[in-house]
């Protein structure tokens, strides 16, 4: 409990502070703004509620893009930097292009994606995988070769195939390398899901808060972002969990 | 009674350990390496006979490690032959050689049981018989109780014990110890020395043995060789005046012991000049 006061106080002083200068119409003034331009954490909370089943649908739309794309990376990118490190071709080969991946200008590529797959799923997975195929493949392929070369020479003469060394040294020494990536991507993920929307879709988070925006719905606004950092806060913590799980000795 | 397959494995690996014509375990003429321009070892004639422990002494950086990783076949030799076991060839070099190295290196994911059991699991034994045969070593070599604990929860010393055992499960006829003792503080070396000293009482095993500590390869050994500074070359070889004795403490203050280590001591710095 001790741990989580000075956060949650800080929070609560915040969101205090911008319900009195919100509520009193000072933000507004401030801003030059008219007052219904400029939401109160109540008035957004009021949003949050009224608007639950049409926020808790789009959301669902959200991250189940985040979820896929982000599985997919998980795939492609444990296998690639697997390839890459038990092959000195293959990293030199594809390395460059690895980098070259993570260079893609979101914006712009978005809109090309939807072009080439349509309004359905298949862009936001390519955005969101994008995105996510990086930190993971850099991170895991850090991990693999990080191990002390001692422990590889001690493996050999205790008869391990390269199969075992990378099974029973190099896996585990990486799986903490590969969660730290895991964990970067997940939270980026959020994000281009919401770009993959923006660039062409019918539901979910990012289109809902295009349209509210375009009509001034700034509460509904400000209530689709909270959603959208839920998202990502879970599913940080539930990677965060996995790890402590999986790796017991550290 | 020593792991079943460990018998099996000495007679798949065709490692009779007087295999060569001169009846050495390991024979080492006219060997030379070099990293690139750099000379780490040159003209070196060595032999150790089955099962006798020999110990490298010389000072840091002199190639000691490097002739190690030669023995165990884990690099090959610039020039000069090569003999371990009866094989030349560095696949039967490793297959006849375990390396310990100088940390002890156990896997922190696995417990120390599963850690001495490596070579067994890597040969495709099952996890539940690899356990049962490391556990009776475990038993005789005072790690009894420790078998599922973590390698952090262990001592420096039982770390050590550990990372010997999996090199001697491993049921290789030569072992290849590379400063096995170095990290550990003095009263828990001398402990271990005399540890590994009943060990290889128990289950005999041609050892090359490098150390920086004298006194150490003088008790460990049967015979040590002080090697010279980059390139090493041996700048003499000394017999132990009572190898491996029951009572450590003792041996290493006996006269003879002390002169030998004197002359050992002498060897060294000028080798290191």
């Known amino acids: 409990m001790k741990r989580w006061a000075p956060p949650l106080l800080l929070l609560a002083a915040l969101i205090g502070a911008w319900q009195i200068a919100a509520s009193t119409g000072w933000l507004a003034d401030a801003l030059h703004l008219e007052p219904f331009l400029v939401p109160s954490p109540a008035e957004i909370a009021e949003s949050l509620w009224q608007s639950r089943a049409l926020l808790a649908e789009n959301a669902w739309v959200t991250l189940r893009e985040v979820l896929l794309g982000f599985g997919c990376a998980v795939l492609a990118g444990l296998a690639f930097a697997v390839a890459l490190h038990l092959s000195d071709l293959l990293r030199r080969t594809f390395y460059p292009l690895l980098v070259a991946s993570q260079t893609v200008p979101i914006v712009a590529i978005g809109p090309i994606l939807v072009v080439w797959f349509g309004y359905g799923i298949a862009p936001k997975l390519w955005i969101v995988a994008l995105i996510c195929f990086f930190p993971i493949t850099v991170n895991t392929l850090d991990g693999l070769r990080s191990v002390d070369p001692e422990a590889t020479k001690m493996m050999r003469t205790l008869d391990a195939s390269r199969g075992q060394i990378l099974g029973r040294v190099e896996a585990p020494s990486a799986l903490p390398y590969f969660f730290s990536g895991a964990k970067i991507a997940v939270t980026v993920a959020v994000i281009a899901a919401l770009f993959g929307e923006w660039a062409g879709a019918d539901s979910g988070l990012g289109v809902l808060i295009r349209q509210d925006s375009a009509q001034l719905e700034t509460a509904r606004v400000f209530a689709a972002m909270l959603v959208l950092s839920a998202i990502a806060i879970a599913l940080f913590g539930l990677l965060a969990l996995a790890e402590r799980r999986v790796v017991t000795w550290r | ?273």
Not at chain 2, 55 to 78: D, F, M, R, Y
Not at chain 2, 131 to 148: H, I, K, P, Q, S
Not at chain 2, 178 to 199: C, G, K, Y
């Open chain 2, 1 to 273: 009674m020593m792991p079943a397959t460990e018998a099996k494995d000495f007679a798949a690996a065709g490692a009779s350990p007087a295999a060569n014509a001169t009846g050495a375990a390991i024979a080492i003429r006219d060997l030379g390496h070099s990293y690139g321009d750099l000379r780490t070892i040159e003209r070196l004639d060595l032999a150790v006979p089955a099962h006798g422990v020999l110990g490298l002494v010389g000072p840091s950086g002199c190639g000691k490690s490097t002739l190690l990783e030669l023995i165990a076949g884990l690099q090959e030799p610039g020039q000069g032959e090569l003999e371990v076991g009866g094989a030349r060839d560095p696949r039967g070099r490793l297959q006849r050689c375990a390396y310990m190295p100088q940390r002890d290196l156990l896997l922190p994911w696995l417990s120390a049981i599963d850690n001495a059991a490596l070579a067994l699991r890597n040969r495709g034994v099952r996890r539940a018989q690899a356990r049962r045969d490391a556990g009776e070593l475990f038993e005789r070599f005072g790690l009894g109780g420790f078998e599922r604990a973590a390698p952090a929860e262990l001592s420096g010393g039982m770390r050590q014990r550990v990372a010997f055992l999996r090199t001697l499960i491993a049921g290789k006829p030569v072992l290849a110890l590379d400063e096995p003792f170095a990290s550990l503080d003095a009263i828990t070396r001398a402990e271990m020395q005399e540890w590994l000293a009943a060990a290889l009482s128990a289950h005999p095993r041609t050892v090359v043995l490098v150390t920086h500590d004298v006194e150490e390869a003088l008790y460990l050994s049967d015979r040590v060789a002080v090697l010279s500074a980059r390139p090493a070359r041996p700048v003499e070889e000394l017999a132990a005046p009572a190898p491996r004795a029951a009572d450590r403490d003792a041996a290493v203050i006996d006269p003879q012991f002390v002169a030998v280590r004197e002359r050992a001591m002498r060897a060294l710095r000028k080798g290191s000049r």
